[in-house]
T-cell receptor
Framework: NAGVTQTPKFRILKIGQSMTLQCTQD?????MYWYRQDPGMGLKLIYY???????DKGEVPNGYNVSRSTTEDFPLRLELAAPSQTSVYFC??????????????FGSGTRLTVV | KNEVEQSPQNLTAQEGEFITINCSYS?????LHWLQQHPGGGIVSLFM???GKKKHGRLIATINIQEKHSSLHITASHPRDSAVYIC???????????FGKGTHLIIQP
């Protein structure tokens, strides 16, 4: 049981390049999330999804896009990378019962540097 | 929007000491999470609380819903407990967790 798997673990991008951060989970969780973590700050929500085909913006969505074609996969797309997107990115998943979210599981993170 | 405050921001202690990390939040929640992050590492969920107290090994988490406050305690601390401990809250909706900035704990041998 792998949990939440993120790839790649590290990446260096040049300004203006694009890339996709991959995230997959094998726990049949219907909720998935992308967060970014900047030094000295709490994690911030970028995008989230409540199920296949449904996505919504979080607190800091600008410069990113997501899709959720299957329950398992929730890739994060960076278009036209900027230095402000240098951060550590975490994918997470959870399930929901009786309006309470359970079983929060995080991936191991992707450390992205834009130069 | 919920505001989550943790204290202290940094804590250095000697092996064996009893450790307390505090978390307060501004708006009612459905659950509070305590997370652990080792340097350069991923994030591991330690506890999810909606009331009362939970214990796992040397770790104890408590929450007071009326006072909007939670504490994480570590008994008989050990150098391997050195990590960042993060408090996060959820409001029952689907829009993710709101996180504190974390407490950086160092346990010296």
């Amino acid at each position: 049981n792998a949990g939440v798997t993120q790839t790649p673990k590290f990446r260096i991008l040049k300004i203006g390049q694009s890339m996709t951060l991959q995230c997959t989970q094998d726990m049949n969780h219907n909720y998935m999330y992308w967060y970014r973590q900047d030094p000295g700050m709490g994690l911030k929500l970028i995008y989230y999804s409540v199920g296949a085909g449904i996505t919504d913006k979080g607190e800091v969505p600008n410069g990113y896009n997501v899709s959720r074609s299957t329950t398992e996969d929730f890739p994060l797309r960076l278009e036209l990378a900027a230095p402000s997107q240098t951060s550590v990115y975490f994918c997470a998943s959870s399930r929901k019962m009786d309006r309470v979210v359970y079983g929060y599981t995080f991936g191991s993170g992707t450390r992205l540097t834009v130069v | 929007k919920n505001e989550v405050e943790q204290s202290p921001q940094n804590l250095t202690a000697q092996e064996g000491e009893f450790i307390t990390i505090n978390c307060s939040y501004s708006v009612g929640i459905s659950a509070l999470h305590w997370l652990q992050q080792h340097p350069g590492g991923g994030i591991v969920s330690l506890f999810m609380l909606s009331s009362g107290k939970k214990k796992h090994g040397r770790l104890i988490a408590t929450i007071n819903i009326q006072e909007k406050h939670s504490s994480l305690h570590i008994t008989a601390s050990h150098p391997r407990d050195s990590a960042v401990y993060i408090c996060a809250v959820s409001g029952g909706g689907a829009d993710g967790l709101t996180f504190g900035k974390g407490t950086h704990l160092i346990i010296q041998p």
